[in-house]
């Protein structure tokens, strides 16, 4: 018998086995994309007649999550079948009647692994192209699916097959590499969860254990290190880039999956040649993997005990505790798991004692940081760049998260694009953090004391945190994270040396890098209300230029005196419906000689307190913990006052100065002018400026609640909303 | 022929074969005996290629076993579970065996299902236990391979069918180039069917042997000695293996050709005198005890 013709035999004999896994799939991809696609017009049908949704809108959402990747209900049935279909296809591995039945017969190992391999394939891969043509050609005929946006959906439908493909190949793993149909099950789910586990338990020890340590962001590979978590790439990747033929930022994850599907492949074909017979009915196949998946599996289990019983004692004692623990639970659980037999618990403690001591090693290092990762900073020579973030003096500028969030994340931006060379003022710093981190860690840990380590328990000092990115010479860049007093004079000295500089600036205030299609309108809120105001592009244009002119003109030593005038948002309105049409922030101060010119010059308000003279009326409300305080005023001199000693939250934590006269008071004002009624988020910044009915209502409710404590220091909450009466 | 030569095969820690040598020939019925953990299914196992030998090797015509699709086409394995797909008739099963088996006779499947009563489209999961053994040696007839390998197959198997299998093999084996190799733990099972038995105990081949070539050296003799000096000096120059007596009637296991004990006999001139046939296990005892096995433990 030719090659060719027993496999296509064996391939004809192996679908007559598995036609409940058929008709699995057939009723799967039935209901997930026909089904599914058809419900889902009746709700576009619905929403576009009651002008709820755009055409484009809907098209968009067609091509992506009903005839595209990101359809839902297709992932489910993706992962489901690929599991249902490997277990099912390879269950003569779990029985061993019928793999003597498979391995006496006159055929390679191999050639009934392709064959069963590929109608795996097959079983799924037929039903679903068949229902997808059918949701394109639907998609069309309702006008929800352009035909210039079939590629996008055949790209999609490809990426989904190479993800089956995947997912059933490492279902498949599990199968060989174990011996029985609930272990297989566990392997799967082992296979899936280990990569994010491993991931998520050394970013959890980092955290707990290295208060230098700075999140910067998923490292690159934490998206591959799951074939779950590649899915979820693409389908993010795809419904991001939704309008593009074929999203380009989605090819490299389908390339990785392509190539991991192929790789694990020929893992399971040469790991079939070599497993034993004798495996079926046993936990696991190859006797030399046991020790090795024991240790790793109690480890990994082990370290996270310790976690969480050291979250729920608050101790460290309850964190050895939980070690403990780990390593006893997983040795018994896993022992049992092997051998099918309770009893096992009490045996092979060779591998137990293994683990406790990798165990232990971990924990050390992490406790005592033998390779001094927590005190680590490189000599300057050894830098190139590097960049610093701090929450201090920061507040005046927003910039657009480059992730497309929409979040305005100044300090990532600062990570990510600031490029400072001088060296010797970052050093210092550095060093300080890196001092003080050295000096206080082992009581922290001990002490369960993270969140207070990082902004300093010590009343006579600000404690700020720091951090630091390193471009270093050998190409790698590191980051850290320190706690730095800023009441020291040095330490101020320097910053204030980087703050000043324009490599600073640059990194910092993203408006200054940015040009003027990025943005279009223009809006700020003033005693008058919401201003909204498109610009044109040469206006664009020269309110960048204003910018960056007082931006490379400032200096901390001047602004930190300075109090906030406005603050100005710049939108982008087209961007409305993809995330956010936030792009970038203004916080604008009195030495903006040019920006307050170019504001002046296009009817900008430069003051939030614009339309105080035409204010007849206010209302107060403040809010405090036992009753809210409601206070009223339509006297023109008590209406100036309460808003002289107030500030708009937002611009009140834009203020350089730690050391102002902010109040934990806030409180809504409901301004009533010409213009309308318009309603504003006040912080109480100076009190004695207040006038005398407000200040006696506040010291009133402080009597007779707080127990003698002062404004400033009274323990209050957020404001509840005034009505509109 | 099928060689082993040192086979081993460990299971954890448990020696299921150990440095087993064996030697099958082609065209007899070779016998397997063994009891329970002997080491007969494992044997099976690795010469089907099922299993690979930790160390040693077994091989057909000098090819090895282990896998090898050419030699593998040369036998049919049953294994002692029999093994079909769930939810299959006998019909499934053979087109799944044509397939894979290039000899594959269906016109001698549908013949022998008749035969043996067996209805080709029921359900296999609705056969008795004897059904599906009697279904599993018509697939392995009918695949027409050099080699059939049975474990425990007549187990299960009514003396009427038993017969039928048995006169199935010897017909093939008239027929065509044609070796059942059958594993029992039953010495009794396999008296009248095989030509040569190998014994395995513990892992290890005792002995293999032509039943026909240990029959002509061992003999049973009935008799009554003239008087107790005529006794003493006949089992004097006799090889007694085994010695019983009801009164006077002796019933003697001799080791020795049949004239060398009549020659002996006769000149002892015995009241009566009569050559009886051996059972397997009588010829068992006398190889085994040769030896130094006590054959009662080791078969039953």
């Known amino acids: ?725 | 022929m099928i060689k082993a030569e040192n086979l081993s095969k460990k299971f954890d820690d448990i020696d299921a074969i150990k440095g087993l040598d064996l030697t099958i020939e082609d065209g007899q019925v070779f016998g397997l005996i063994g009891t329970n953990g002997a080491g007969k299914s494992t044997f099976l196992r690795m010469a089907a290629g099922i299993l690979k030998p930790d160390k040693g090797s077994i091989s057909i015509d000098g090819k090895e076993i282990f896998e090898n699709p050419e030699v593998k086409e040369d036998f049919f394995y049953i294994s002692d579970d029999t093994a079909f797909f769930s939810n299959t008739t006998p019909a499934e099963m053979a087109s799944f065996y044509q397939r894979i088996y290039k000899n594959f006779s269906m016109q001698r499947f549908v013949e022998l299902m008749g035969k043996f009563g067996l209805e080709r489209n029921r359900k296999i999961s609705t056969f008795s236990k004897g059904m599906k053994k009697q279904l599993s040696v018509i697939l392995g007839i009918c695949a027409m391979t050099r080699y059939l390998y049975c474990d425990e197959t007549f187990d299960g198997l009514d003396p009427v069918m038993r017969q039928a299998v048995k006169s199935l093999f010897a017909g093939d084996m008239a027929a065509r180039n044609f070796t059942p190799i059958i594993a029992s733990h039953n010495l009794r099972e396999l008296e009248d069917i095989c030509d040569t038995v190998g014994l395995l105990h513990r892992g290890g081949i005792i002995l293999s042997k032509n039943l026909d070539d240990a029959k002509a050296d061992v003999h049973k003799l009935q008799c009554v000695f003239r008087d107790d000096e005529s006794k003493e000096r006949a089992c004097k120059q006799l090889c007694v293996i085994t010695e019983e007596n009801r009164g006077k009637l002796y019933t003697l296991t001799i080791r020795g050709t049949e004239e060398e004990i009549e020659d002996i006999m006769r000149a002892e001139s015995p009241v009566y005198m009569e050559m009886l046939p051996l059972s397997l296990e009588e010829i068992f005892i006398s190889e085994t005890g040769v030896e130094g096995y006590d054959i009662k433990k080791i078969i039953c």
């Open chain 1, 1 to 725: 018998m030719t090659s060719k013709r027993l496999f296509a035999n064996l391939c004809s004999e192996n679908r007559k086995r598995r036609l409940w896994p058929a008709a699995l799939s057939i009723a799967g991809n039935f209901f997930a994309q026909i089904v599914y696609a058809i419900l889902m017009c009746g709700v576009y049908d619905r929403r576009l007649l009651s002008k709820l949704t755009i055409i484009g809108d809907v098209q968009n959402e067609y091509v992506t999550k009903i005839a595209g990747f990101a359809n839902p209900c297709v992932l489910l049935i993706v992962c489901g079948l690929a599991f249902i279909n490997a277990l099912q296809g390879f269950s003569y591995l779990f029985d061993q009647r019928t793999s003597d039945l498979y391995g006496a017969l006159p055929v390679k190992r191999e050639k009934l692994f392709d064959a069963i391999s590929l109608n795996g394939v097959i079983l799924f891969v037929i039903p679903y192209i068949i229902c997808h043509i059918f949701v394109m050609i639907l998609g069309v005929s309702k006008g929800y699916l352009p035909v210039s946006r079939i590629p996008f959906c055949i790209g999609g439908a490809l990426a989904i097959i190479i993800c089956y493909c995947l997912v059933y190949v490492v279902c498949i793993l599990a199968s060989v590499m174990t011996g029985h149909v609930v272990v297989a099950a566990l392997a799967v789910f082992v296979f899936m969860v280990a990569g994010p586990a491993i991931e998520y338990i050394i970013q959890c020890y980092m955290l707990k254990f290295m208060f230098s340590y700075y999140v910067s962001g998923n490292w690159p590979l934490n998206d591959y290190i799951s074939p779950l978590w590649i899915i979820f790439k693409i389908a993010n990747e795809t419904t991001y880039n939704m309008k593009s033929t074929i999203p380009a930022a989605a090819v490299l994850p389908v390339v990785i999956a392509a190539v991991l599907a192929v790789v694990f492949y020929i893992l399971c074909r040469y790991l079939i040649k070599k497993r034993p017979a004798e495996a079926a009915g046993k936990a696991i196949s190859f006797k030399i993997t046991k020790p090795f998946i024991k240790c790793i599996i109690s480890v990994v289990v082990t370290l996270y005990f310790g976690l969480l019983f050291w979250e729920i004692s608050e101790s460290f004692l309850g964190f050895i505790f939980g070690i403990v623990c780990g390593l006893v639970i997983t040795h018994a659980v896993i022992e049992t798991i092997y051998e099918f037999d309770f009893k096992a618990s009490f045996t092979h403690f060779d591998t137990l004692l293994i683990s406790t001591g990798v165990v232990a090693i971990i924990v050390m290092i992490f406790l005592f940081d033998p390779f001094q990762y927590d005190t680590w900073i490189p000599r300057t020579d050894r830098v190139v760049t590097s960049a610093i973030s701090t929450n201090y003096g920061t507040g005046n500028s927003y910039v657009p998260s480059w992730d497309g969030y929409g979040t305005r994340d100044v300090s990532g931006y600062q990570m990510k694009y600031m490029k400072l060379t001088d060296q010797n003022s970052l050093e210092p710093i550095a060093m300080a953090g890196a001092r003080y981190t050295k000096a206080q860690r082992l009581k922290n840990i001990f002490d369960n004391y993270a969140y207070e380590y990082s902004t300093g328990d010590d009343d006579n000092k600000s404690f700020r945190s720091v951090n630091v990115r390193w471009d270093l010479k050998d190409g790698r860049s590191v980051y850290r994270r320190f706690s730095v007093d800023f009441s020291d004079k040095d330490i101020f000295s320097n910053f204030e040396k980087i703050f000043d500089s324009d490599e600073y600036k640059y990194g910092t205030f993203g408006l200054m890098n940015a040009s003027a299609d990025e943005f279009k309108s223009l809006n700020y809120s003033d005693l008058e209300g919401y201003h909204d105001l498109e610009l044109k592009t040469e206006d664009r244009e020269k309110l960048i230029e204003a910018y960056k002119k007082d931006i490379l003109n400032q200096k901390l030593e001047q602004i930190k005196n300075e109090k906030p005038l406005i603050e100005l948002n710049l939108t982008n309105p087209d961007l409305a419906r993809e995330y956010s049409e936030d792009r970038y922030g203004i916080v604008v101060y009195p030495s903006y000689k040019n920006l307050l010119k170019f504001m002046e010059d296009n009817c900008i308000s430069t003051d939030w307190k614009s339309g105080l003279d035409s204010t007849y009326n206010v209302k107060v409300s403040v809010y405090a913990d036992m009753n809210n305080i409601e206070w009223e005023t339509s006297d023109k001199e008590e209406i100036k006052a309460l808003l002289d000693g107030s500030m708009p939250d937002s611009l009140a934590y834009n203020t350089f100065n730690d050391d102002n006269d902010a109040t934990n008071y806030w409180m809504n004002v409901e301004a009533h002018s010409e213009y309308g009624i318009s309603n504003i988020y006040l912080r109480i910044t100076d009190i004695k400026k207040m006038p005398e009915g407000f200040r006696k209502a506040i010291e009133d409710y402080e009597k007779k609640y707080v127990d003698g404590a002062s404004i400033k220091t009274g323990n209050t909450g957020w404001v509840s909303l005034v009505s509109n009466q």
